[in-house]
């Protein structure tokens, strides 16, 4: 993939999609009611220095994506370690988001079709998309990203009627420990999974703004993220709110205006299958891209069709049902995704900018000798 041709607008729209993904469809911190639209804002402040870090470690090695980086910092073999590491959070992440769209296409649309069915065609498209690569998955979201957005805002409108103020009371209900908690485990979904676009973007081009294109994104997902749970809040309350799977399109089918406006949850499904796809792609993009440096495979394309088959089928069984998903994504994967978005970025970040700056260190000295050297040669005239 060729990250070096996107355009800031590009990354911000691939951002943006990655971030709305599975957490429109299954929502982020629903444990704490009323109070998960609080635990949202304090997450996107938690959110902000750590795509900071991210940005700085890109911002030292400029033109390079993590799959060079590692290697440079850590060595061959360590560096491999790492970036297979990092393989398998992706394809595991990747994993997880095709059976939480299986389940909703499963549940809401398509009850009688057997989720392998789906999930291979999800996948399939998926395969599709990485072959042809970033630039043409970035146009793809530039153009979905304001329809999604426009139908989002539409939606709330729409919802206005059965909105209620006092069902976001009484505030911070929940307490100060389950509030942090779900804080956290919204920072970790979906916000602390853009680490793997360390993997896909490289920094260093004047067309594309590294920092601009994670806090950009950061405030368009996070304000999407919010306003979505927000409007299921008002028209649900914390109650209902916490009891649907999907309450977005539960809030979705509520909506009749006029006996003309309704039965929109359907286009409300469509919608957001685009915002999977590109997630799905990216996880599925950062296995075989990581795959295929691990063993030094020419063309990632090669092995793209194999780990995406693998993906669907594995998607089928890695949870016995839907329960079981809502519980990992609730309870486990905050603690499982914390290594990968946070403790070894961490390193990296720590490692990166002490040899940066010993490598300053040597230039500097090396300058200043070289200038030591130079000899002043009078200049005699007649």
Known sequence: MNSELLKTKHGVSLLVMFLMGSSIVIGTASDVKQDAWEAIILSALFTAPVFLMYCR??????????????PELFGSIAGKVMIGLYVLYALHLGILVVRNFTEFIQIVSLPETP????????????IYAVKTGTFV????????VPIVLAFMILMTLFSMPDMHLSNLKPYFASGWIPMLRNTYGAFSFPFGETVLFLFVFRAGNEYFKLKRVYFYAL??????????????????????????????????????????????E?????????????????????????????????????????????????????????????????????????????????????????????????????EKIRTDDIKVVPVITQ
């Open 57 to 70: 470690i890109m911002d030292n090695h400029k033109g390079k994506t993590m799959l060079e980086i590692l």
């Open 115 to 126: 989720m392998r069915v789906v999930a291979l065609v999800f996948s399939i498209v998926c």
């Open 137 to 144: 998955l970035s146009r793809f979201a530039v153009f979905t």
């Open 219 to 264: 405030f368009i997902g996070c304000g999407a993220i919010l306003m979505a749970t927000l409007r299921n809040l008002l028209v649900l309350g914390s109650g209902l709110f916490g009891s649907y799977h999907f309450s977005s399109y539960v809030t979705a089918g509520l909506i009749d205006i006029g006996d003309i406006v309704q039965r929109i």
């Open 266 to 366: 359907i286009l409300l499904s469509i919608v957001l299958i685009f915002t999977g796809l590109i997630k799905i792609s990216i996880c599925l993009y950062v296995a075989v891209a990581g795959l295929s440096k691990i063993f030094n495979i020419t063309d990632y394309k090669t092995i793209t069709a194999p780990v995406g088959i693998f993906a669907a089928i594995y998607s089928y069984v890695v949870y016995g049902n839907t329960q079981e998903m809502f519980f990992w994504a609730a309870y486990v994967y905050p603690y499982y995704a914390m290594p990968f978005q946070l403790l070894i970025p961490l390193v990296i970040w720590i490692t990166s900018e002490i040899k940066t700056k010993i490598e300053k260190n040597k230039m500097g000295k090396t």
